[in-house]
């Protein structure tokens, strides 16, 4: 057996990794009852980022014998509290809320594929086509719009007689200047 595997450290090290783990879950669920609901939730880029890094830490903090448990809980508070933080001032602020996150964009308009914003956003026709397909949707024609979400998720409109003008839930996503109905 190579020297580099080690199979088996000690009961120790197993009782320090146990009651290390055992730590870490019970910090993460008191963060995500303090936190709220979004640390959970469909995620946008934010807080995906902090949920890799929650985990990274926790994992660190579990395992790695040059990684204080403290240090890595210290982190994952500061983390937990950044990301409450930046919701909170982003319900508030409308430029940190332009600065942070990401804007939904529309990718098609009554059955066409705007090219500009697929290629901008890197949606391929065929994401699109899995999207209309989980809507029950045959063709691109049958949806209204397709809109790339914040969170990765495509949301499909189904056709319906409504302009884009009159189409509340989709003020807040940017349309080409060259949009009609």
Request: charged share 20%.
């Amino acid at each position: 057996m190579p020297d580099n595997i080690n199979v088996w450290s000690s009961w120790l090290r197993l009782a320090e990794i146990s009651s290390n783990a055992l730590l870490f879950y019970i910090l993460i669920i008191v963060i995500v009852r303090i936190v709220g609901k979004r640390t959970t939730s469909q995620l946008n880029n934010f807080d995906w980022i902090i949920n890799v890094a929650v985990g990274s830490l926790a994992a660190s903090g579990i395992l790695l014998r040059n990684v204080a448990s403290i240090d890595a809980v210290v982190a994952i508070i500061v983390l937990a509290t950044c990301q409450y933080a930046t919701t909170y001032f982003v319900q508030r602020s409308k430029k940190i809320a332009a600065a942070v996150k990401a804007e939904p964009t529309l990718l098609t308009h009554k059955g066409e594929y705007l090219r500009d914003a697929m290629k901008r956003t890197r949606i391929s026709e065929e994401e699109i086509m899995t999207a209309l397909r989980s809507n029950g949707l045959t063709e691109n024609a049958g949806a209204n719009w397709v809109v790339l979400e914040p969170n990765g998720e495509l949301s499909v409109i189904p056709r319906q007689d409504v302009r884009w003008e009159d189409a509340e839930a989709l003020a807040d996503v940017a349309a080409p200047p060259n949009l009609k109905g």
